[in-house]
C-alpha cells in the first residue's frame, strides 16, 4: 500500500523521479505568454447591442414556449418528470440526510444503495482533504472511513507516505506538513455526481465522478492550485450499521473542455477557499 493509493493524492505534484504520486496523473502545463496562465491565444469578446437584443429575445421566446407547454401543478399530471428523477443518479431518494458524524465526517448512513452513495461521497471528500496531512486527523479519518481491518492494515503504510520529506518537498510544503509562510495548502474535493455500479443487501460497488483542487495559494508558491478530474470507484460494505470503504480503485476523467477564463490571482484564490466551506453531501 502507498500513498499513490489514496484518492486525491493524484492531485500531486510531479515526483523527482518523473513520476506521479496517484494513480491519477495531472499535469501542470506553463504559460506561453504573461498574463495566460493556461497558455494559447484567448478568444476576443463581442460587445455588440444587436447581438445582445437578438439572444434576449431569443431567451424570452423560449421561455414563453416551455410555460405554454407547462403541465398544471396537479401531481398526477407530472408522471413524467416523476419517473426521470427516480431514474437520475444524483435524485433526491426522500429520504432524511443523516445527522451524525464521527470524527467530523458524516455517519449513519441509510441501509440503501442512495446511503452507499451518499458515504462513498462524503468518505471521497475526507479522503481528499487537508485533513489527511495531519496526523491525527488522518487517523480519525481512515478509522472512521473504511472497515476495521482495512483501516488497520492502511494506516503504517500512509503514516510513513504523508510523512515522507521528499513527497513533502516536491509539493511544496514543510517538513512537517504545514505550508510555508504566507501560502494557503489547498487540497479538496468535488463530487460531481455518483452511481451504483453493482450492489447486493450489504455490498456496493460505488463510483464517484469529481473535480479537485491541489496546490500552494499565496505569493511564490512553486505548485499554483490546479484542477484535475477522477473517477473513484469503491467497494462498500455495510458494517456495524453503517457503509464501510473496504477497497477502491482511481481512474483519470471524464474531463470536460476547459472554457477560455483567466486564472484568479493567488489572493482571491484564497480568500474563496477560507470563505466558502466543503460540501456534505446526501440525497
Not at 235 to 263: E, L
Amino acid at each position: 500500500m502507498s500513498l499513490g493509493d489514496e484518492p486525491g493524492y493524484g492531485d500531486a505534484s510531479r515526483g523527482e523521479d518523473g513520476g506521479y504520486g496517484g494513480s491519477g496523473q495531472t499535469r501542470t502545463r506553463l504559460p506561453d505568454r504573461p498574463g495566460d496562465v493556461y497558455g494559447g491565444a484567448r478568444r476576443g469578446r463581442s460587445s455588440s447591442r444587436s447581438l445582445v437584443t437578438v439572444v434576449g429575445v431569443v431567451v424570452l421566446l423560449i421561455a414563453a414556449i416551455a410555460f405554454a407547454n407547462r403541465g398544471g401543478d396537479d401531481p398526477s399530471s407530472g408522471n413524467g418528470d416523476s419517473d426521470k428523477a427516480k431514474t437520475s443518479p444524483t435524485a433526491a431518494s426522500g429520504s432524511r440526510p443523516v445527522e451524525s458524524k464521527t470524527a467530523g465526517i458524516p455517519s449513519g448512513f441509510g441501509h440503501s444503495e442512495q446511503g452507499a452513495q451518499s458515504a462513498a461521497t462524503n468518505y471521497g471528500v475526507a479522503l481528499g482533504s487537508t485533513g489527511m496531512f495531519s496526523t491525527e486527523q488522518r487517523h480519525a479519518i481512515v478509522n472512521a472511513v473504511y472497515a476495521p481491518d482495512v483501516a488497520a492494515a492502511r494506516q503504517p503504510d500512509l503514516d510513513k507516505a504523508y510523512s515522507s520529506e521528499k513527497f513533502l518537498t516536491n509539493i511544496g510544503l514543510n517538513k512537517d506538513g504545514s505550508a510555508p509562510a504566507g501560502q494557503t495548502f489547498i487540497s479538496r474535493i468535488i463530487p460531481v455526481g455518483t452511481k451504483v455500479a453493482a450492489s447486493t443487501a450489504d455490498s456496493a460497488t460505488v463510483e464517484l465522478w469529481y473535480t479537485s483542487l491541489f496546490g500552494l495559494s499565496g505569493d511564490g508558491s512553486t505548485n499554483p492550485v490546479s484542477e484535475s478530474w477522477y473517477t473513484t470507484t469503491y467497494q462498500m460494505k455495510w458494517i456495524n450499521g453503517d457503509w464501510k470503504v473496504t477497497d477502491f480503485t482511481q481512474k483519470d476523467g471524464p474531463v470536460p473542455v476547459g472554457r477560455d477564463q483567466t486564472a484568479s490571482t493567488a489572493d482571491d484564490m484564497t480568500k474563496a477557499v477560507e470563505e466558502y466551506g466543503g460540501f456534505t453531501y446526501a440525497r
